[in-house]
């Protein structure tokens, strides 16, 4: 009898991928009969890199197994489409995914697996009242499903595992998010004292060597005495770690939307534009290295003199005190003021002052003295501080509330002009930005924002657990049963504000969509598998659920076959025949009864990556059929099509 492949319905499994990698590299550790590591094999292999004492620096908890375990394991959920709740369907590149972030971590893996530029979180500062995840074993959706009904779940700070369970929940979903980054992708963590050192040693631990900064948060300048002792506390952190080693980018901020957002941090940066014929430039600082460690002794190549004739423009360099042609300037090395040495180094060496005279700019001071200044062309931006300054808690309310006619939902909502600062300083044009514990959904607005700012593309992937609103609230009250109905109600808000000031208000049917920022978002929602799993022995003809929807099923195909979930999806026709296909046939499902061999052979012939037959429509006569049609295509063509059913 044919058979055709079947579609993997579990998610990424890193653990087991890793092993694929180690049998790659070292095929002889591995027992050849049960295909084990043995690990005395690799001691003798590693000789003496290996570190068998008793004692060494190590950050752990009970619990900490249990996360390294939770984060290895693979999930068989899925993401149910809901498209009445989305805004923009068809068009936008934006998700909003309501679900245990944990299990959608997973599930993401395959389609956006080294795909996250940034990833923005704000988790719960485990203050002894707000919401800690409880993950267990078994069976993840029903956990998930308990935990979504409790309203104002917390973890006591009279718990012995105070610590130990906020430390667990986060070790196991830092533990898979590192792998959705970009390897020059970067983190930030909002957090205040509560956990601040422990995810510090999380972190360290999570992306060994990566350490980018602690920020610093003036989220309170009132201050507020807690515990009645000590300081008032008017700051917060934001730890950022990157990817790789050395792999977070500078980050770049546009000077007066730093000085008008944050003018305490920002001054100073006043400059008289000047211009050259290579354009417009500033001036800011001079030549020299005006650290007095790199002197004579220790950069002997960067101490020379400088040559310029203020008649010609012309620049040469010679050693110290040897003679200059006619007409020209000396400029000495600036003086050393430690004492030892006697001079600064140049930051520029001989060769690149010759060849790249045009960037630098001269001041003569008298008829025989010069000073010598880099040109700053891109003087229109300015390197991020570590500190963030006049954007409080309240601002991040009131950007909230201002959108619901100034009703409060959210106590402690961030700003979003300072999640939308590091957005702009870290992210470009088409780059995927993500917030797995995304509350109020500044996140979205502040990519929304920065997009409408810059005229770029860059997409949000934005996870909450659909935690239910208190039943005497105001917004129970107003009709949002949860969290997440609040959230995609001010995204659908904020989204048409920021299209409307980038359209001016004159939002028309007729605009260029291409002009207009994505402000839509599909919302998902985290569900078991639409496919039922044939217990041992059991024959099943229909193996789809009975509640699920053909939309469904190819979101849970586009899932586990690792495609984005933003392709397009539309329904099409081949020989009278019904179909869906996903990004221009990346992926064609065939759904329904009535496919023939000639329906195929014209499938076949669009030349898709991937196609998909439901098991319930197909005999053995058209699995054959199918097999030895597309073996045709792929020699003729040289190109793999993936052929799967379920």
């Known amino acids: 009898m044919a058979e055709l492949p079947k579609v993997d319905l579990e998610s990424k499994d890193?653990?087991?991928?890793?092993?694929e990698k180690m049998k790659a590299l070292f095929p002889e550790l591995f027992d050849q009969e049960t295909q084990l590591l043995d690990f005395d094999r690799l001691r003798l292999l590693l000789g003496e890199d290996i570190d068998e004492s008793d004692e060494?620096?190590?950050f752990t908890w009970p619990g900490k197994s249990e996360a390294i375990r939770q984060s290895q394991t693979t999930s068989s959920a899925t993401l149910r489409p809901i498209v009445s709740r989305s805004n923009n369907w068809n068009e936008t590149k934006n998700l909003y995914i309501e679900g245990d972030n944990l299990e959608v971590l997973k599930l993401l893996l395959r389609g956006y697996y080294g795909k996250v530029?940034?990833?923005y979180i704000d988790p719960p500062y485990n203050t002894g009242h707000d919401f800690v995840y409880r993950d267990t074993f078994g069976s993840s959706i029903e956990n998930y499903r308990e935990q979504a009904g409790l309203s104002g779940q917390s973890n006591a700070d009279t718990s012995g595992s105070y610590h130990s369970n906020w430390c667990t929940m986060m070790y196991a979903r830092l533990l898979v998010a590192r792998e959705l980054l970009t390897d020059d992708g970067v983190i930030f963590i909002s957090i205040d004292d509560n956990?601040?050192?422990?995810l510090a040693k999380m972190c360290d631990e999570v992306f060994p060597g990566c350490f980018v900064n602690r920020m610093t948060w003036t989220s309170n300048l009132k201050g507020r005495q807690i515990g009645g002792s000590g300081a008032a506390k008017c700051a917060e952190s934001i730890y950022v770690y990157s990817k790789l080693p050395g792999g977070a980018p500078s980050f770049i901020g546009d000077i007066e939307q730093l000085k008008t957002l944050m003018p305490s941090s920002y001054k100073g940066l006043n400059y008289s534009v000047l211009t050259d014929e290579r354009g417009d430039y500033v001036i800011k600082n001079e030549l020299y290295n005006s650290n007095s460690i790199f002197n004579e002794e220790t950069r002997p190549n960067l101490v020379f003199d400088i040559g310029w004739n203020p008649e010609t423009g012309e620049v040469c360099t010679v050693d110290r005190g040897a003679a200059l042609p006619a007409s020209f300037i000396r400029i000495e090395p600036h003086k050393n003021g430690d004492g030892i040495h006697s001079y600064h180094a140049w930051r520029w060496g001989r060769e690149k002052v010759e060849r790249e005279y045009y960037d630098l700019h001269f001041e003569q001071t008298s008829k025989t003295r010069a000073r010598v200044f880099t040109k700053i062309r891109d003087y229109s931006i300015t390197t991020l501080k570590d500190v963030f300054t006049d954007l409080s808690t309240s601002t991040g309310v009131k950007d909230c509330s201002t959108l619901f006619g100034g009703i409060s939902y959210f106590d402690y909502a961030k700003p979003v002009d300072l999640v939308a600062t590091l957005v702009k300083a870290c992210t470009e044009a088409d780059?995927?930005?993500?917030?797995f514990f995304s509350g109020s959904g500044t996140t979205a607005e502040a990519v929304m924002k920065v997009n409408s700012l810059d005229s770029a593309n860059r997409r949000f992937i934005l996870i909450q657990l659909p935690e239910p609103c208190a039943p005497k609230s105001r917004a129970n009250k107003d009709g949002f049963e949860t969290i997440c109905d609040i959230a995609e109600e001010r995204i659908r808000r904020a989204g048409q504000k920021h299209a409307n000031i980038r359209s001016g208000n004159q939002m028309t049917l007729s605009m260029d969509s291409a002009c207009m920022p994505d402000v839509g978002f599909r919302v998902l929602a985290l569900d078991e598998s639409g496919i039922i799993k044939p217990e041992n022995g059991q024959l099943l003809i229909d193996r789809i659920k009975p509640d699920r929807t053909d939309l469904d099923i190819i979101f849970e195909?586009?899932?586990?076959?690792?495609?984005e979930?933003?392709?397009?999806?539309?329904?099409?026709?081949?020989?009278?025949?019904?179909v869906y296909s996903i990004a221009y046939d990346e992926l064609i499902c065939c759904m329904q009864p009535g496919l023939t061999t000639d329906v195929l052979e014209a499938i076949a012939s669009r030349n898709p990556r991937r196609v998909f037959l439901l098991d319930s429509v197909i005999d053995d006569t058209i699995k054959l059929n199918a097999l030895q049609i597309f073996k045709r295509v792929e020699?003729?063509?040289?190109?793999?099509?993936?052929l799967r059913t379920v």
Do not use: C, F, H
């Open 14 to 19: 890193l653990v087991a991928e890793r092993i």
């Open 56 to 58: 060494r620096y190590t």
């Open 117 to 119: 530029k940034m990833i």
């Open 195 to 198: 956990e601040s050192t422990n």
């Open 431 to 435: 780059d995927v930005i993500m917030d």
């Open 557 to 563: 195909m586009m899932l586990k076959w690792g495609l």
């Open 565 to 578: 979930l933003t392709y397009p999806v539309e329904k099409d026709e081949i020989e009278g025949y019904p």
């Open 635 to 642: 020699e003729r063509t040289q190109q793999k099509i993936d």
